[in-house]
C-alpha cells in the first residue's frame, strides 16, 4: 500500500525558469541511471524477495524514497519551464553553441507535456523498463544497485557543474547526500551478503558445473602486457578458491569450426565446392562455350 504526502521531501524551486535546464535534468528523471530507473529497480527487487525480510525491507524503503525524488525533480522541471515562450527553441538555435550542443528546449516540454516533466532522457528518449535490474538473487542485484547509484551520483555531480542557480544547485546537493547514504548501504549490503555466501553470485552452483582450470587465468588479449601490472594476476584470489594467474599469449582450446552445408530449402549461399560447379556452368552459358 502506498500513500502520497503532498509535501516534497526536499526543497525542489529554482531560482529563476531556465527550459535549456530543464531539458539536461531530463536526464536524472528518466535516463538510464536516473530516478524512474533506481526506483522501480529497487521496487521490483523487493516485491520479488522470498524471505530476506530485512533485505526486502532495505529495498523497499529505498525504492519509495525514489519516487520522493522522481516527485521533487519533475518539480523542479516544472518550474524552470514556467513562462517559457514557444518561441525559446528558434531563439536559443540562433546562438551557434548553443544551437548545436542543445538545439533549444525540449519540444515535447512545450508540445506534449504542457510545460511538465516527462518519462525521457535529456535526449528525449522515453524510460526503458529494460533498465532495470531484478534478478532474485540479492549479491548480483545489490552490485547492481551499487552501479546505478554510482553512475546517477555522477550525473548528478555533472549537472551541478552545469548551472549557477542556487535553488536547483540545493536539491542536486541533497540527491549528492542520498546518493552517497545508498552507495554506503548496498556496500554494507554487498558486504555482509559475501561473508555469508562468498564473493562469487550466484553462490549456488555446483563446483563439477565450471571448468575451474579457467576460474582464475587472465588472458592477455591486447597488444602489450599493461593489465599484468595490476592485483589480479598473482597471489590469491578474492574467493579463496585458487590463485590468479596471467597468461601473456594465449591460445585456442578448440579446433577451427566447420559447419555442415545448410538444406536447400533455407537458400542460402552455397558451399564452395558446389558455388564454383554452378557459377562455371552459369559464365559458360553466358560467354557461349557451352554451344
Known amino acids: 500500500m502506498f500513500f502520497h504526502q503532498k509535501e516534497l521531501q526536499f526543497h525542489s524551486k529554482p531560482d529563476r525558469p531556465d527550459p535549456l535546464y530543464a531539458k539536461k535534468l531530463q536526464e536524472i528523471l528518466g535516463?538510464?541511471?536516473?530516478e524512474i530507473s533506481v526506483a522501480m529497480q529497487y521496487m521490483f527487487q523487493g516485491w520479488n524477495t522470498r524471505g530476506n525480510e530485512k533485505y526486502k525491507d532495505l529495498v523497499m524503503d529505498t525504492g519509495?524514497?525514489?519516487?520522493g525524488h522522481i516527485e521533487m525533480i519533475a518539480t523542479m522541471?516544472?518550474?524552470?519551464?514556467?513562462?517559457?515562450?514557444v518561441n525559446q527553441q528558434e531563439d536559443a538555435a540562433s546562438d551557434p553553441v548553443i544551437g548545436a550542443i542543445m538545439g533549444g528546449m525540449n519540444p515535447h516540454h512545450a508540445i506534449v507535456s504542457g510545460?511538465?516533466?516527462?518519462?525521457?532522457?535529456?535526449?528525449?528518449?522515453?524510460?526503458?523498463?529494460?533498465?532495470i535490474v531484478a534478478s532474485g538473487n540479492l549479491l548480483a542485484d545489490f552490485r547492481t544497485n551499487l552501479n546505478a547509484e554510482s553512475q546517477g551520483r555522477l550525473q548528478v555531480a555533472r549537472l551541478y557543474e552545469m548551472t549557477?542557480?542556487?535553488?536547483?544547485?540545493?536539491?542536486?546537493?541533497?540527491?549528492?547526500?542520498?546518493?552517497?547514504?545508498h552507495q554506503n548501504q548496498w556496500i554494507a549490503a554487498?558486504?555482509?551478503?559475501?561473508?555469508?555466501?562468498?564473493?562469487?553470485?550466484?553462490?549456488?552452483?555446483?563446483?563439477?558445473?565450471?571448468?575451474?582450470?579457467?576460474?582464475?587465468?587472465?588472458?592477455?588479449?591486447?597488444?602489450?602486457?599493461?593489465?599484468k601490472a595490476g592485483s589480479w594476476t598473482e597471489g590469491r584470489a578474492p574467493d579463496g578458491a585458487g590463485n590468479f594467474e596471467y597468461?601473456?599469449?594465449?591460445?585456442?582450446?578448440?579446433?577451427?569450426p566447420v559447419l555442415k552445408p545448410a538444406p536447400k530449402y533455407m537458400h542460402n549461399t552455397l558451399p564452395l565446392d558446389e558455388e564454383s560447379t554452378e557459377k562455371s556452368s552459369t559464365l559458360d552459358?553466358?560467354?557461349?562455350?557451352?554451344?
Open 285 to 291: 552459358k553466358l560467354l557461349g562455350k557451352d554451344e
Open 115 to 131: 510545460l511538465g516533466a516527462t518519462p525521457e532522457n535529456s535526449a528525449g528518449v522515453p524510460w526503458n523498463a529494460g533498465y
Open 77 to 85: 522541471i516544472a518550474r524552470l519551464l514556467d513562462d517559457a515562450p
Open 31 to 34: 535516463g538510464q541511471f536516473g
Open 247 to 256: 597468461v601473456s599469449s594465449p591460445e585456442a582450446h578448440a579446433e577451427k
Open 190 to 227: 554487498i558486504k555482509e551478503l559475501e561473508e555469508k555466501d562468498g564473493v562469487i553470485a550466484p553462490a549456488t552452483v555446483p563446483k563439477e558445473w565450471e571448468a575451474t582450470e579457467f576460474s582464475h587465468t587472465l588472458f592477455n588479449f591486447s597488444a602489450g602486457e599493461e593489465s
Open 164 to 181: 549557477e542557480d542556487k535553488g536547483v544547485r540545493k536539491m542536486l546537493s541533497f540527491l549528492l547526500a542520498r546518493d552517497t547514504m
Open 64 to 67: 519509495t524514497e525514489e519516487f
